[in-house]
């Protein structure tokens, strides 16, 4: 690893479990900007909730990114959502004007005031994000063309107060950048094997990432005998 300077403004965002409007199904996708002081534990921001804890939370998703960038991208493509669409509207925890997918890696360590953070694996957009805009197909949109963000877990606990910025304190091989295995999951081809397996070894990939690239190994290696 090397150890790299660089910081960014974020802002943070917080949110109780509140019902979808037409399923009326449980979600912690609703978030508000967090007043600051406000504790990083290892399952993520104090005050922070999740409903479906099988697929959301938990050490490898404590906390979640999203590029402020990307709702830009979202209002160009689904125009009518455009008043809906700002940070914290997807249920991120973290908005950052700063970076995207092809800034980081996974394994990368940040600072945030006295926590450290690790980056785990980019997040898997679901169908409570169209719910909740009231518009099928943007989840879908954000996994095709791999806008989604990301998670970290939580390496060292600490308070995080205003103005706090992210600092990165060290960065992984560029091999591991988060947009080159977006781009990796969707290959068809059977040299994708290969990249992929290299990608088991990564520092700091969640476990339940492993297990969807070795699925996607060996759907590749049934495909292509």
């Known amino acids: 690893m090397t150890s790299i300077k660089k910081s960014v403004a974020v802002q943070i965002f917080v949110g109780t479990i509140q019902l979808l409007p037409q399923s009326a199904r449980p979600s912690g996708i609703y978030k508000i900007p967090t007043k600051m002081p406000v504790k990083l534990e290892i ?9 479906d804890l099988r697929v959301h939370g938990g050490p490898d998703k404590a906390v979640q990114l999203y590029p402020v960038k990307h709702y830009e991208a979202l ?6 959502l455009h008043e809906k669409l700002f940070p914290g509207a997807i249920g991120e925890n973290i908005s950052c004007p700063d970076l995207d997918e092809h800034d980081v890696h996974i394994g990368d360590i940040w600072r945030l005031g006295e926590g450290l953070l690790q980056i785990s694996q980019p997040r898997s957009p679901c169908w409570k994000i169209d719910e909740k805009l009231d518009c099928q197909g943007v989840a879908a949109y954000i996994a095709e063309t791999s806008i989604t963000g990301w998670y970290f877990r939580v390496l060292k606990a600490g308070m995080v107060k205003e103005y706090d910025k992210l600092e990165l ?10 947009s080159s295995l977006l781009q990796e999951m969707r290959r068809d081809d059977p040299e994708a094997m290969g990249v992929l397996q290299k990608w088991m070894e990564a520092p700091g990939l969640a476990d339940n990432l492993r ?15």
């Open 43 to 51: 399952n993520g921001f104090e005050g922070d909730h999740q409903a």
């Open 169 to 178: 304190l060290e960065s992984v091989n560029e091999c591991y950048r988060l």
């Open 211 to 225: 297990l969807k690239i070795e699925k996607r190994i060996i759907y590749l290696k049934d495909t292509h005998r």
């Open 75 to 80: 209002a160009e493509r689904f125009p009518t």
